[in-house]
């Protein structure tokens, strides 16, 4: 009896991993009348390739990574998704600096271009505008007087501290000047990108290669 009864308990547990394996759950584990030893079922038709194919998804990891960093170990300029301050150029004017993080040039952005802006104490940027686009401003340091015209054309002035965000509709004009005694640093932000290269082609711009550091 306890042999019949031992091959009755094998079949069953069988038609367990069996049922299981069909209906798409994931191999149970089992203890095999052979040697009491814990074995894993795998459902029927799924050779072992587990650990094949882990050593392959990290090949490619590995390979996009390699295919990312450029020969001095960095990444690819106009395909970067990773951008430091450091491996994009500094644009100086007299008013501060600009680092353009995600443009085409960079990153290959497609609908977008954002960098970080310096403006020195006293300085910013009179009014003006951007034809066609949309902005934002992240006050990330320092403080500052910010202007958005209304819809009327009407100036409207409010005082930016860090943690605020100005919302600049398309071609509306604006001006950014810092009231502080320290730098101010804003996040910009345009849609579409292009102002970023208007800048950049500016006669009074002196532009810095990734790394160097403004005199």
Request: charged content about 25%; proline content about 8%; aromatic content about 6%.
């Amino acid at each position: 009896m306890r042999q019949a009864g031992s091959r009755m308990v094998t079949v069953w547990l069988r038609q367990v991993v069996e049922d299981r394996s069909l209906s798409g759950r994931r191999p149970v584990a089992m203890w095999s009348n052979a040697g009491a030893r814990r074995v894993r079922a795998r459902p029927s038709g799924v050779s072992g390739t587990s650990r094949t194919s882990r050593t392959d998804r990290a090949d490619r990891r590995a390979a996009v990574n390699d295919a990312e960093r450029g020969p001095e170990g960095g990444r690819r300029p106009g395909d970067m998704r990773f951008v430091g301050q450091d491996d994009v150029e500094t644009q100086v004017f007299d008013w501060g600096t600009l680092k353009w993080l995600a443009e085409p040039r960079v990153c290959n952005a497609q609908r977008f271009s954002q960098g970080v802006v310096i403006l020195l104490p006293g300085k910013g940027h009179t009014r003006h505008n951007h034809p066609g686009v949309e902005e934002t401003l992240y006050i990330v340091s320092g403080r500052g007087r910010q202007m958005v015209e209304d819809p009327e054309g009407e100036p409207v002035y409010r005082d930016v501290a860090p943690g605020d965000m100005v919302h600049i509709p398309i071609g509306v004009y604006h001006e950014t000047i810092n009231t502080g005694w320290e730098p101010l640093k804003i996040v910009a932000t345009y849609a579409p990108h292009g102002p970023e290269a208007i800048l950049r082609a500016m006669a009074e711009v002196q532009v810095l290669p990734p790394g160097a550091l403004p005199d």
